[in-house]
């Protein structure tokens, strides 16, 4: 065998042992690359329960606040009775002056209590005077006018009644109006009708 073939030889042999080693290497990148992909699916993971964890949480929390809400409701609804009614006092602070008088003698008590009864009737009178109104006018200004004087009469006769608060709130809904509709003037007239009658069970 001649010196060229051996020299064939050793060049196989050492593009085999190039080639091995470069697979070897290959393998080796591959390996940590393994290893790197699943370290980050590991933590990609961990991620994605704590993120699970914290939505439980504000879903718990969520339902929590809505469990209230009825009860936050009631709260805000008797808190807009006493503005209302707190709203009342202070207008006829402003509008009285207060004064403290003396027993009176029981012939005078009999007086006044024909009196309170008449203030009843005006009172009624009053609503029915605006029911009449709305059926051949339609300025809301004029009836929001009405109401609050109906309201200071009823809050002077009875000292505080629940009507109160709904006559406000129908009044309040009229304020931003230029013209009453047929269904706004509907619902007034069912309004009135039912405030008398809550008015004339007291006394």
């Known amino acids: 065998m001649g010196p060229s073939n051996n020299l064939d030889k050793e060049d196989i042999i050492n593009y085999i042992k190039g080639a091995d080693e470069k697979l070897d290497k290959f ?30 949480e ?24 006493l503005e209302a009614e707190l709203d009342l006092i ?3 602070i402003q509008k009285s002056t207060i004064s403290y008088q003396p027993k ?11 009196s309170a009864t008449d203030k009843k009737h005006a009172i ?15 300025d809301p200004q004029h009836v929001t006018t009405s109401l609050a004087n109906i309201k200071e009469d009823i809050f002077v006769f009875t000292g505080g009644h629940r ?11 009229l304020n931003d109006l230029k013209t009453l509709s047929d269904d706004i003037k509907g619902k007034l007239k069912e309004k009135i009708t039912f405030w008398i009658n809550k008015l004339s069970v007291k006394g």
């Open 27 to 56: 393998a080796s990148v591959l390996e940590k690359f393994g290893l790197d992909l699943i370290t980050k699916m590991g933590q990609t993971n961990l991620k994605i329960n704590m993120l699970t964890d914290k939505i439980n």
């Open 90 to 92: 202070r207008t006829l």
């Open 58 to 81: 504000l879903s718990k929390a969520t339902l929590d606040v809505k469990a209230l809400l009825p009860q936050l409701t009631n709260v805000i609804e008797n808190q807009k009775i």
């Open 163 to 173: 009507i109160l608060y709904e006559i406000g709130q129908f009044s309040n809904k």
């Open 104 to 114: 009176e003698v029981e012939s005078e008590k009999v007086e006044r209590d024909t």
């Open 124 to 138: 009624i009178d009053q609503f029915h005077t605006l029911k009449k109104y709305i059926e051949e006018n339609d």
